[in-house]
């Protein structure tokens, strides 16, 4: 059976592959009959994000990136470092692999840690990357209800809907992880360590998902701005773009959108999940900007 699924996620791929080389072309084509510079002049675009922390909502701005200038939806799917089913961690040739298959213009996303390979591919000439990541208060609450309702083939979808009876119980589990699982992961902070090294890395944008949420021209003209700064061409003004791309967003458009509140967690903390959350993260939320101690 399981060679079956294989040879039928191959072909799938492959045909994802195709049609991406469809949308190049045509994509050329509509820039060379507008005068308008070609998809060899602009840089690979990439969402990278700390999981459930509004991977789509970014995606959805570069994803307008063709309505102001030279660049094409991938149609690929997500270079993650985890196999969602089996919950096996990737190597990086594999997900070197994968990312080597972006091409000037494409626009791809995924959830990769900060490895030295992957750091050095996205920050070297020729890539626009971003990282955002979001409260990891509101992410473990999210990550409940993502395992729990959203993903039935989750690697840890059974444990959470048939071991554990309740929603306070769920989310005691996402904070402190699974570290004797048969397939393990770590708690709050173990899960966030790999991906700090994101937010030292001039070249990459680090944003906030609550950025999108107080200000949303102001975020969406940061990640215009990075854009050219990387080599992406404008073909308008840049006010007339950030409306552009500001219009092209909806939340609600993701297939794993279910609030997209910031600050949700207030309402489903107990005072056993603050003390949990305390104990294993520790300073993680003043290191990462969310709060200034542990008084909270």
């Given at each position: 059976?399981?060679?079956?699924?294989?040879?039928?996620?191959?072909?799938?791929?492959?045909?994802?592959?195709?049609?991406?080389q469809?949308?190049?072309?045509?994509?050329?084509?509509?820039?060379?009959?507008?005068?308008?510079?070609?998809?060899?002049?602009?840089?690979?675009?990439?969402?990278?994000?700390?999981?459930?922390?509004?991977?789509?909502?970014?995606?959805?701005?570069?994803?307008?990136?063709?309505?102001?200038?030279p660049?094409?939806?991938?149609?690929?799917?997500?270079?993650?470092?985890?196999?969602?089913?089996?919950?096996?961690?990737?190597?990086?040739?594999?997900?070197?692999?994968?990312?080597?298959?972006l091409?000037?213009?494409?626009?791809g996303y995924?959830?990769?840690?900060?490895?030295?390979?992957?750091?050095d591919?996205?920050?070297?000439?020729?890539?626009?990357?971003?990282?955002?990541?979001?409260?990891?208060?509101?992410?473990?609450?999210?990550?409940?209800?993502?395992?729990?309702?959203?993903?039935?083939?989750?690697?840890?979808?059974?444990?959470y809907?048939?071991?554990?009876?309740?929603?306070?119980?769920?989310?005691?589990?996402?904070?402190?992880?699974?570290?004797?699982?048969?397939?393990?992961?770590?708690?709050i902070?173990?899960?966030?360590?790999?991906?700090?090294?994101?937010?030292?890395?001039?070249?990459?944008?680090?944003?906030?998902?609550?950025?999108f949420?107080t200000?949303?021209?102001?975020?969406?003209?940061?990640?215009?701005?990075?854009?050219?700064?990387?080599?992406?061409?404008l073909?308008?003004?840049?006010?007339?773009?950030?409306?552009?791309?500001?219009?092209?967003?909806?939340?609600?458009?993701?297939?794993?959108?279910?609030?997209?509140?910031?600050?949700?967690?207030?309402?489903?903390?107990?005072?056993?999940?603050?003390?949990?959350?305390?104990?294993?993260?520790?300073?993680?939320?003043?290191?990462?900007?969310?709060?200034?101690?542990?008084?909270?």
């Open positions: 059976m399981s060679g079956i699924t294989d040879l039928k996620a191959g072909l799938k791929f492959q045909a994802k592959l195709v049609r991406r469809w949308r190049r072309l045509k994509r050329q084509q509509t820039l060379r009959a507008a005068g308008q510079p070609g998809l060899g002049s602009a840089p690979v675009f990439f969402t990278n994000s700390f999981p459930k922390s509004g991977t789509h909502l970014l995606t959805q701005v570069l994803e307008g990136f063709p309505l102001v200038g660049a094409v939806d991938s149609g690929l799917p997500a270079v993650v470092m985890f196999e969602g089913a089996s919950g096996r961690e990737r190597t990086t040739p594999e997900i070197l692999r994968d990312l080597k298959r091409t000037h213009g494409d626009i995924g959830h990769l840690h900060a490895r030295p390979q992957i750091v591919l996205f920050t070297a000439e020729g890539f626009c990357a971003y990282f955002i990541l979001r409260d990891p208060r509101d992410v473990v609450v999210s990550h409940v209800h993502y395992v729990t309702e959203i993903e039935p083939n989750h690697v840890h979808h059974a444990y809907t048939q071991t554990l009876k309740t929603f306070d119980e769920r989310l005691s589990v996402s904070i402190l992880g699974r570290p004797d699982a048969v397939n393990p992961f770590p708690d902070a173990g899960r966030f360590a790999p991906f700090l090294g994101w937010l030292t890395q001039p070249a990459v944008l680090a944003l906030k998902y609550e950025e949420n200000d949303r021209a102001a975020a969406v003209g940061k990640v215009l701005r990075h854009a050219v700064q990387r080599g992406f061409r073909a308008l003004p840049e006010d007339q773009a950030v409306e552009r791309l500001m219009a092209q967003m909806d939340p609600q458009r993701s297939p794993t959108f279910r609030q997209g509140k910031s600050g949700g967690w207030r309402a489903k903390f107990t005072a056993e999940h603050k003390a949990l959350f305390k104990r294993v993260a520790g300073n993680l939320l003043v290191e990462l900007g969310y709060e200034q101690d542990e008084n909270w």
